[in-house]
């Protein structure tokens, strides 16, 4: 590829044909602000917040997908950029739906925080993964086998190659996790009775316990575990 020379702010730099303003800036440490750009994925410039000022054009340039020419003079910082930065990022929180959370964990039925428990399981802290997912689900290992995790299905990773095997994940540690004793807080003196002790009676056990309340679950059945105990196969 032919080597091109080109200006941005100021500093004469260096790049090759194909390169597009953004690689070239990049290279030098030179910022530009960007919202929807990832090099594993197609270009689009779909935000419009990456646009740059090139001598001699009228319009800005879409720096993500503008390819960078020799003896271009580019500007990343001017008062017109800033103000147009700023009147993209409008246009986008103008159709904000709010979903200010992760796809996935707005997908669970129960919310759990899918993305914080599948960072931590990534860096091998499992316990405080576990601690995460019983902040929601008492039950990992049973529901990780059965749930039909709508959660992989929202899973922003499936725009890039698959989604994250959310369910496994949660099943692996609440596995490890079955030996493991919750923290209780202080006794409170309260006593609480939950009629039924299938899931959603156990976890109701589970919270009123970890709170520091006593009670009991009870249950007209030989086991507690309801459906998970007799009716899933």
């Given at each position: 590829m032919s080597e091109i020379r080109l200006n941005i702010d100021g500093r004469e730099v260096t790049g090759f044909e194909g390169q597009t303003i953004l690689e070239i800036a990049r290279k030098y440490e030179i910022e530009i602000p960007t919202l929807c750009h990832d090099e594993r994925v197609k270009t689009y410039g779909s935000c419009g917040v990456?646009?740059?000022?090139?001598?001699?054009?009228?319009?800005?340039?879409?720096?993500?997908s503008t390819l960078a020419a020799d003896g271009m003079n580019i500007r990343t910082d001017t008062?017109?950029?800033?103000?147009?930065?700023?009147?993209?990022?409008?246009?986008?929180?103008?159709d904000h739906t709010?979903?200010?959370?992760?796809?996935?964990t707005?997908?669970?039925?129960?919310?759990?925080?899918?993305?914080?428990?599948v960072k931590l399981?990534?860096?091998?802290?499992?316990l405080e993964a576990l601690k995460l997912i019983k902040d929601k689900v008492p039950l990992p290992a049973s529901i990780g086998r059965i749930c039909p995790h709508p959660c992989e299905e929202a899973c922003r990773r499936e725009l890039v190659e698959e989604p994250v095997s959310i369910a496994f994940l949660k099943q692996y540690v609440g596995d490890l996790g079955l030996e493991h004793t919750p923290e209780i807080a202080e006794p409170t003196g309260k006593s609480i009775a939950v009629i039924g002790g299938g899931a959603g009676g156990l976890t109701g056990?589970?919270?009123?316990?970890?709170?520091?309340?006593?009670?009991?679950?009870?249950?007209?059945?030989?086991?507690k575990g309801g459906m998970l105990q007799y009716g899933v196969a």
């Open positions: 990456c646009i740059v000022e090139a001598e001699g054009s009228p319009r800005l340039l879409r720096s993500c008062e017109r950029i800033k103000n147009n930065r700023k009147t993209a990022l409008e246009l986008l929180l103008s709010g979903d200010c959370r992760a796809p996935c707005l997908a669970c039925p129960a919310h759990t925080d899918c993305q914080g428990y399981i990534a860096g091998g802290e499992y056990g589970y919270f009123f316990r970890t709170r520091g309340h006593d009670g009991t679950v009870y249950e007209a059945m030989p086991k």
